[in-house]
């Protein structure tokens, strides 16, 4: 008996060995669980993090250059860039009759047929999702140089005579504007500059706008008052006109206004928005404004303030011109759904920023119960608008 008792385990013994063991496994399970736990709590808080910092890179390029190969062109009297309304012949369709694709169905109230050429607009909770703010930036590129030609003598309505054409090149995009003209027509390129100067030929099925608004081409070509900006290459594709907003899916877009890749670039291709960064809940934007022309800022404007709506800024050039940089606030998500509430009830952007006149221009964002269950993170930052700096005169 007693040597049976030493080599086999009474009961009680093994109710006992049975309980330790229980409770080894229920504590490495519970371990493995809070690790499990700790890991995607980390991972969704860093995927904020990496989303948040790709979309503030992505959109600190976009800004930066807003006003360029244009803006310089502003002056009191003569070539008229800002402000005036914008036309690319009927394909894209410049100023459009119907809205925007999606996201931006919402811009300028969903009828964008005032669109009017600007370094960079604010639309206000005008995204899809019906908070988020939408941005358009337009800018050309700074090796056109920018500086706006004088029409030297009589045109057609497909060409233009200049002092020389030196600087052009076949499929250049420029935009032939006139002061006290409200419409301003883009067109393409269309012959060597080097072989017809100093004619400029223009024409394509692509851009090129003979007739349109205010404006025709023949009759803008005949007027020494006439002026021809260089923008970019339509097949170099070196320009942006661009509207960027975030859509019910928490997505960030951007949009070509010109839909230069699918009538250039890959012909025949739909149409559509393209995706920049997934995870952004929300994105507003205030203006940087100079208020007393020493080219330095002086205030924060909101694009609901007086003065600063979206069609007071497109239409006026004094306006634009006080523009000198954007704020941008985005509020990113991370993915993973927690099962506790782990997320405050309201987060605050532009937090303690004010207007020219004192008022605040913060944007509260309430989230409800079930937004709460994620994790998110927000990111603040200026983006200075360089060549919107150099009009204004500052350093």
């Excluded at 669109?115 to 941005?135: H, K, M, W, Y």
């Excluded at 206004?257 to 507003?284: C, E, F, K, W």
């Excluded at 993915?335 to 605040?360: I, W």
């Amino acid at each position: 008996m007693r040597r049976a008792r030493q080599n086999g385990m009474t009961l009680v013994e093994l109710l006992v060995a049975m309980g330790i063991g229980v409770g080894v496994v229920l504590a490495i399970a519970t371990l493995l669980s809070a690790g499990e736990n700790h890991k995607r709590t980390t991972t969704s808080t860093n995927d904020a993090d990496q989303t948040g910092t790709y979309a503030f890179n992505a959109l600190d390029k976009l800004l930066r250059g807003a006003g360029s190969g244009f803006a310089q062109s502003a002056y009191s009297t003569g070539p008229a860039v800002l402000g005036c309304r914008l036309n690319a012949s009927t394909s894209p369709a410049l100023p459009r009759a119907t809205a925007f694709p999606s996201p931006f169905a919402g811009f300028l109230g969903g009828a964008p047929s005032n669109l009017r050429v600007a370094p960079l607009v604010i639309g206000p909770a005008q995204s899809a999702d019906g908070q988020s703010d939408v941005i358009m930036v337009m800018s050309g590129s700074g090796s056109a140089g920018g500086v706006s030609r004088q029409i030297t003598g009589s045109g057609s309505s497909t060409s233009l005579v200049l002092d020389n054409t030196i600087g052009f090149a076949t499929s250049d995009l420029v935009l032939v504007s006139q002061n006290n003209i409200t419409d301003c027509l883009l067109e393409e390129v269309s012959a060597n500059p080097l072989t017809t100067s100093p004619n400029l030929t223009l024409g394509s099925t692509t851009y090129y706008t003979s007739n349109s608004g205010t404006a025709s081409l023949s009759t803008l070509a005949g007027s020494t008052s006439t002026y021809v900006t260089p923008l970019g290459n339509a097949v170099v594709n070196n320009l942006q006109m661009l509207l960027i907003g975030v859509d019910t899916k928490d997505t960030l877009y951007s949009y070509d206004l010109l839909q230069n890749v699918s009538l250039v670039q890959s012909p025949g291709s739909t149409d559509v928005a393209t995706p920049i960064s997934d995870g952004v809940y929300r994105m507003h934007a205030i203006y940087g404004v100079d208020t007393n022309g020493n080219g330095t800022w002086d205030a924060w404007a909101s694009p609901t303030d007086t003065n600063y709506d979206p069609t007071t800024v497109m239409t006026t050039a004094g306006t634009q011109q006080k523009i000198i940089s954007v704020r941008v606030s985005l509020l990113v998500r991370g993915e993973y759904y927690d099962k506790n509430v782990v997320s405050p009830a309201s987060f605050t952007m532009f937090s303690g920023l004010t207007n020219a006149g004192g008022a605040s221009v913060a944007q509260p964002v309430n989230l409800s119960n079930n937004d709460q269950h994620y994790r998110y993170r927000l990111f603040e930052f200026t983006v200075p608008l360089r060549n919107m700096i150099l009009l204004a005169g500052g350093p």
